[in-house]
């Protein structure tokens, strides 16, 4: 009898299973992030009561990102739109007058403090807030009172959701804080485009980059590279870091002063297209990139 039962349950299920992910459900809340911090949160606290879809395409650099006019027509079919903030997509902040009242849009940076940082245009805030994990949860936070607005009778799902990912947050945030609490081994060499800076600010990191933002506008000079191969070799530094999507040329160039390798350090911006289907995390980039940093303070 039991068999039965459950042989029917699974044949009742199976329609559905064939067709998750490949048309909307209109029961769930549709949510379009603009980039895969926001497109992660926003999975993990709505759970199966939301469909997320990541507007940038994977591989996609983001910065030079511009939606083009299918993406508008898919953020206003949306319930609800999510990008970071007006520092990192400038374009955002037309969305609003562009797609109907019945898309709510939510800025992930709200009430969270941006820190300035120097480069070659003088002092401008850096737009990468959710490599600091306190900021990470804050978005977590908007995300989940948006949810909230728009479905009152999940609250409590919500909730519980937030707290649970904010939890595994704060586990990945001391993993970090761990790491670098006695100080640190060899100093972090980047020889790509810098986007870490609030991760390097959070844990006192010492590091060197040839690249001073996440820009790609501001090359760095021979004599700046120069200086860091120099600096390698006499500190027998054997890992010289690089942003994912960016040309690795002169991390090698680095490195190899020191017959060194390249690791990625992976801001997150986006993923690509073998990292989607390993469905990888917010949480499983950082990781990785802790186990690349422990190699590169050795
Ligand atoms: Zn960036």
């Known amino acids: 009898m039991k068999k039965i039962f459950v042989l029917l349950l699974i044949l009742t299920l ?8 490949e048309s909307t ?20 606290i709505g759970g199966d009561k939301v469909e997320v879809t990541l507007l940038l ?24 739109f999510i990008y970071t903030g007006d520092m ?52 977590c936070a908007n995300i989940a009172t948006e949810l909230i607005l728009l479905s ?3 609250e409590a799902y919500f909730t519980e959701n937030l707290i649970n990912y904010t939890n595994a947050l704060t586990a990945l945030d001391n993993e970090f804080k761990k790491e670098f609490e006695n100080g640190q081994g060899k100093e972090l060499i980047f020889g790509g485009r810098f986007a870490v800076g609030y991760l390097t600010r959070r844990y006192n990191i010492k590091y060197k980059s040839a690249y001073d933002s ?25 890992v010289v870091f690089c942003e994912e999507f960016s040309d690795p040329k002169i991390a090698r160039e680095i490195a190899s002063a020191n ?8 801001s997150c911006h986006n993923t690509s297209r073998e990292e989607r289907e390993q469905d990888v995390t917010f949480i499983s980039l950082m990781e990785n990139n802790l186990s690349n940093i422990r190699k590169g303070l050795q």
Request: negative net charge.
């Open 14 to 21: 199976l329609p559905l299973a064939g067709c998750a992910g």
């Open 25 to 44: 459900d209109s029961s769930k809340i549709q949510i379009t992030a603009t980039l895969f911090p926001q497109y992660d949160f926003a999975r993990h």
């Open 57 to 80: 395409p994977s591989g996609q650099e983001s910065h030079l990102y511009d939606p083009s006019p299918s993406d508008m027509a898919k953020i206003s079919e949306s319930d609800l």
């Open 88 to 139: 990192m997509e400038g374009w955002a902040g037309d969305i609003a007058s562009s797609v109907g009242s019945d898309v709510k849009i939510l800025d992930a940076s709200r009430n969270i403090t941006l820190f300035a940082h120097d480069d070659d245009h003088g002092h401008s805030l850096d737009p990468h807030i959710w490599l600091d994990f306190d900021n990470a949860k804050a978005m």
């Open 152 to 154: 009152p009778e999940n």
């Open 214 to 238: 996440c820009s790609a506008n501001s090359e760095p000079s021979v004599q700046d590279i120069t200086a860091l191969s120099d600096f390698v070799k006499a500190n027998d530094i054997k």
């Open 259 to 266: 017959n060194g390798e390249v690791l990625v350090m992976h």
